[in-house]
């Protein structure tokens, strides 16, 4: 099977009592292929730019211009002769120029990529074990204009347990390392679960967890403090 999804689309606005223009230019594209019943493989990229003949309040045209563009490709591995080990091997990557009004002080512009492993194991049907690893080799500028980049190169290590308490319930608990490698800082964090299927959906659970120490599943943005509650949903078919 082998599926093929581009988009692409330009816009141009203009406020008519400030005569601002704005130009556009967005685009998508999916690929998606069974190269085996136990391989599937998914890349995407997708991205705008976006440019605005508006200076700010200093006069700097760039201040309200806006890139985007990431994508990556994936590798499934599924067996279907024996589901208890299932495994995900990805790469990512992101260059990103947000508005001015939505950077940080300390983060302008971005260049990153990304690549992950993660392993997935049934041990029994009252317990599933999984593990990621991932690490991160890129740059970000505290300038819009890129002239000084900083290393934001890390590393992270999750490993996650959950048990059933029946066909209904399940909790879970993942443990979060995150190593940060310029300024060789170590950062440790936890993700408890509580899981119950969505009644009516025996393929859908909803699970609602917490995360200590502010450290997410993704390497792209890992500066930001995750900290709080959070809400999954998990499918399966």
């Known amino acids: 099977m082998f599926d093929l999804q581009p988009r692409v689309e330009y816009r141009r606005d203009e406020d008519l009592q400030t005569g601002e223009q704005r130009q556009t230019l967005l685009n998508s594209l999916n690929i998606r292929a069974n190269s085996s019943e136990d391989w599937t493989l998914q ?18 045209q760039t201040g309200y211009d806006q890139v985007l563009l990431e994508g990556g490709m994936a590798a499934a591995y599924r067996p279907i002769s024996n589901d208890e080990l299932n495994a995900l091997f ?16 300390a983060v302008q512009r971005r260049k990153e990529h990304q690549f992950a492993t993660e392993l997935f194991w049934n041990a029994n049907p009252d317990l599933k074990l999984s593990g990621k690893y991932a690490f991160k080799v890129g740059q970000v500028s505290s300038e819009r204009d890129g002239s000084a980049w900083f290393d934001s190169s890390a590393q992270l290590g999750i490993a996650r347990m959950e048990l059933f308490a029946d066909q209904v319930i399940s909790v879970s608990l993942e443990g ?6 310029a300024s060789d800082l170590w950062s440790v964090g936890a993700v408890p679960y509580l899981y119950t299927k969505v009644p009516g959906q025996d393929s859908l659970r909803l699970g609602i967890g917490y995360n200590i120490g502010g450290i997410g599943d993704d390497l792209f943005g890992a500066e930001y403090d995750q900290s709080g509650f959070l809400v999954n949903l998990v499918g399966a078919w």
Request: proline content about 5%.
């Open 43 to 60: 890349a995407y990229l997708q991205g705008y730019i976006s440019y605005d003949d508006f200076a700010n309040s200093s006069g700097d």
């Open 90 to 105: 990805s790469y990512d990557f992101v260059y990103e120029l947000p508005p001015e009004a939505q950077a940080s002080s």
């Open 176 to 181: 979060r390392l995150m190593h940060f490698n």
